[in-house]
């Protein structure tokens, strides 16, 4: 299979505070990943450097098969923690920036997702709640055609109900050419959907297996393994 991401002797510090250490990491095309890890773990920190919003690290990191930059951006799709967009726009203003920005947008696609999630092309993204932020930009993020879809924590913000619809939406919208890798420390909720799982402790990669043998071998959910593995 190909080879999609592939990080090799990864360190990252910050100041003094080393973050990520030695990591080493390979995916494969056609996943959906879990990198799990409790808070501050380093999760975030991987997926900057990834998307190339942090560039002061030690290690290789390539993106199909290229080092991070504008050419490896062109590949990725990425839904932060935070909101990308400003309070003041309107959801139209959004789609422009898209259709504008990125080539492999498919803006009927994102219109029917954000049906499904009864999101009008007129509403401000001011007078919207912070669930319905989130589910625009899952809507904005999965109607790309990037090989390489990275979410961080994208059920945060939204209740049990939504959290279901959410994971279903990204299962439907799913091509499976792409890999999806998602960063959450929600892992009851959203296991279900993975393929694969990594566990980050403390910067350290200490668990990467496909959930199918991983439920063979332990008879143990996701959410089991991960409560032993970071047990306080
Ligand atoms: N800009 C920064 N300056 C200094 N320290 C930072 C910075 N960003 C993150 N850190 C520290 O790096 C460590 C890893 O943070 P990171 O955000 O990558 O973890 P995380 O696993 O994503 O956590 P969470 O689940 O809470 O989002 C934490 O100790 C954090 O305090």
């Given at each position: 299979m190909e080879k999609l991401i592939e990080i090799c002797g990864l360190n990252k510090s910050y100041g003094k505070k080393q973050v990520l250490n030695n990591v080493d990491l390979t995916v494969e095309n056609g996943q959906i990943i879990g990198l799990l890890g409790p808070n501050g773990s380093g999760k975030t920190t991987m997926l900057k450097i990834m998307t190339g919003l942090l560039k002061d690290y030690q290690g290789v990191v390539k993106i199909d098969g290229k080092s991070v930059g504008a050419e490896s951006k062109a590949v990725v799709?990425?839904?932060?923690?935070?909101?990308?967009?400003?309070?003041?726009?309107?959801?139209?203003?959004?789609?422009?920036?898209f259709r504008d920005m990125y080539h492999d947008f498919d803006e009927t696609k994102c219109k029917r997702i954000m049906d499904k999630f009864k999101i009008?092309?007129?509403?401000?993204?001011?007078?919207?709640?912070?669930?319905?932020?989130?589910?625009?930009?899952?809507a904005l993020v999965m109607s790309r055609k990037a090989k390489l879809i990275i979410m961080d924590e994208p059920i945060g913000g939204v209740d049990p109900a939504a959290r279901e619809v959410i994971l279903d939406t990204i299962l439907e919208n799913y091509d499976e050419n792409q890999t999806i890798l998602i960063a959450t420390h929600l892992i009851a909720d959203i296991e279900r959907i993975f393929s694969n799982v990594v566990f980050i402790k403390e910067g350290n990669i200490v668990l990467d297996k496909d959930v199918e043998t991983l439920r063979q071998e332990t008879g143990k959910s996701i959410d089991e393994l991960f409560r032993e593995e970071f047990k306080y």
């Open positions: 799709s990425y839904l932060p923690d935070e909101p990308y967009f400003s309070d003041w726009m309107k959801v139209n203003d959004v789609l422009g920036i009008d092309n007129k509403m401000r993204i001011k007078s919207m709640s912070k669930g319905t932020k989130e589910k625009f930009q899952l």
